[in-house]
């Protein structure tokens, strides 16, 4: 059964954007607006997250175990989560706790307690947090290969710094909260069974008051450079490539990012095959297309032992040149269609994923994608459009990161 999208927008600019899944018992929403790690001091990164943890101990007039509780005895789950551009509130219930999970997340966003006991336990929270990614290797590794490759603060790390969020004080958090928790360039992505109309008065009545303010501008600059090496006592050597290709909103978006599902897109695909399968060079390897608001950017990652890193990367940089040069097959298309379809249709199913694809999608393009569009989309995909794209559009620009006991002996004119 389809419905039309619900459109709606406040007089703050926050826009509402719904889509009924009458079938479905439960409802979900995600808030997100322009809030995140680029805006960070650069000596208290790590603000944007404090500051959103520090959303959920407590809000209104709820103090940390009352709101806590409050969620379980309504069966409301609810999410936070700052990334570089932005903050996002996730939440799914029963339809009939639609109007509470509104109230509580408002509260959450609007009037959050910021009481000062809660600080040193979230900070211990985070601290914890970035400890373990010590432990973890590849986790490491994929945090230094953005920080390297975006331009900075783009590239801030999300868990922040130790001595950054040491810095970070109740003042800080509550300036960051007053700057930049504002409804210009925010959303809330509806999706499952909800009433129109009372959706509509409900989200005025707990936003339309919600002030807008001038957020100060962005100033970017390039940090990173073209071979890292992050000493690293491990049997292991990982091995971490960037470059950058285009985002959502461009024209021939599903053209990069089908040649990158041929690269990675399951067990059949050319990285996995040539690298893990038929050589045995290591114990994973991947790669991913990733978007961001104005530029996109190809992740690959591969995890291997300390003598079969070099010929890993040599196999891996050999791939991605054979992309550009001899294209995709009729096979290796059907199969990323197939794939692609697949994850449609669970989307559908899905009510936090549709009302999170719903703010996305007007996060990153300012409309909303039906479902329709999308297969078609898919469905327009040809051999013959993506070859010529990867053959005009060949991999440049790669930057290398390495962790482990010694750097992989490369040299800067080895990466396109």
Known sequence: MKTSLLFHQLPNGLMLLGEEM??????????????????????KSGLAGMTCDMTSRGAGQLDNRQFLQTLENLGIDISESASQTYTVFHAT??????????????DQIRRPLFAGNELASCRQALLQELAAVEDEPA??????????????????PSFGTAEGLDNISMAD???YH?????????????????DRERLKEKVELLFNDWEEKKRPDIIEREVGRKLVHIPFDSEQTHIGLACPSIPLGHPDYYLAWSGVKVLSGGMSSRLFTEVREKRGLCYTVYASHCTYKNRGAIYCYCG??????????????REFRNLSEEGITEEELERIKIQAKSSLIMSQESTKMRAGTIAFDWYFLQRVRGLDELEEIINRLSVSSINRYLSE??????RLVTLGNEPIPVSEDMLP
């Not at 009458?22 to 000596?43: C, H, R």
């Not at 219930?93 to 408002?106: N, P, S």
């Not at 559009?393 to 790669?398: A, C, F, N, R």
């Open 393 to 398: 559009h060949p991999v440049t620009g790669m």
């Open 173 to 175: 958090i509550h300036n």
């Open 139 to 156: 986790q490491k590794l994929m945090l230094e290969q953005e920080r390297n490759f975006l331009p900075w603060p783009l590239g801030r």
């Open 93 to 106: 219930m029963l339809a009939c706790q639609l109007d509470r999970a509104l109230e509580l997340v408002a």
């Open 178 to 194: 007053r700057q930049f928790y504002q409804p210009a360039g925010g959303v809330i992505g509806v999706a499952g069974r909800f």
């Open 22 to 43: 009458p079938w479905s018992e439960v409802v979900s929403f995600a808030v997100l607006f322009p809030a995140g790690t680029v805006n960070d001091p650069d000596d």
């Open 304 to 317: 291997t032992r300390v003598r079969q890193a070099t010929e890993s990367l040599e196999v891996i940089l």
